[in-house]
């Protein structure tokens, strides 16, 4: 029996949502067979941060690393799916005292945010706070992944989120699909493209069931 492959990765295409006054997703063929050309092929126009993908440091501090010289091992590894119900704003370890955290080196967390399509930008969302953060850091989390679209609200510009996940040394995903990802323990796989002065990347993030 195969082992199943829940894909956690959203859709890339010309509707799907980005950050308000970001680059939209376009696909453009620039040779095609049925036009004589000896193979199919497309350009790419993208955001770093559509759809699924992962932050590099250097999106939100001057100086750090880019994506290319990111450490891989966050991004690869057992992985515990967890489910929160707040609706908005900051959460807080006790957010999650239901679960035990320190079940995996990597955390993903189901949200409210589920309920959006991917061409629906949600202006409202659950994020960490700087306090989850030092309390997952306690708990040498590598990883921080999420269907929201931000560490930190919409309207912030000091962003204490994403900079208490880059104190605490843990990575970041965001926009993941987690909708048929039951709470557990996975394996997963979510690397990110190697671009050099990158400050992000899209990613094809996927888990397979361990417990």
Do not use: C
């Not at 959460?91 to 239901?98: K, Q, R, W």
């Amino acid at each position: 029996m195969k082992e199943k492959i829940v894909d956690i990765s959203r859709n890339l295409a010309p509707d799907t949502a980005v950050w308000p006054g970001d680059t939209p997703f376009s696909l453009r063929k620039t040779m095609e067979r049925r036009q004589g050309d000896a193979v199919n092929l497309t350009t790419l126009t993208i955001s770093a941060h559509t759809g699924s993908h992962a932050d590099a440091p250097y999106h939100f501090v001057d100086g750090g690393l880019t994506m290319e010289a990111v450490d891989l091992r966050p991004y690869w590894g057992p992985v515990q799916v967890v489910t929160v119900g707040k609706e908005s704003g900051a959460l807080l370890p006790a957010d999650f005292s239901a679960y035990d955290l320190a079940r995996a080196e990597r955390l993903l967390v189901r949200t409210p945010a589920s309920k959006y399509p991917v061409t629906q930008f949600p202006l409202d969302f659950p994020y960490p706070s700087p306090e989850l953060a030092d309390f997952l850091g306690s708990l040498s989390i590598l990883l921080y992944g999420t269907d929201g679209l931000s560490m930190d609200d919409v309207n912030s510009t000091r962003l204490p989120g994403h900079n208490a996940m880059l104190r605490n040394g843990i990575a970041i995903l965001e926009g993941l699909d987690l909708t048929q990802a039951a709470d557990g323990l996975y394996e997963l796989a979510a690397l990110p493209l190697k671009i050099v002065g990158g400050d992000g990347s899209p990613v094809r993030a996927v888990l397979r069931r361990l417990a």
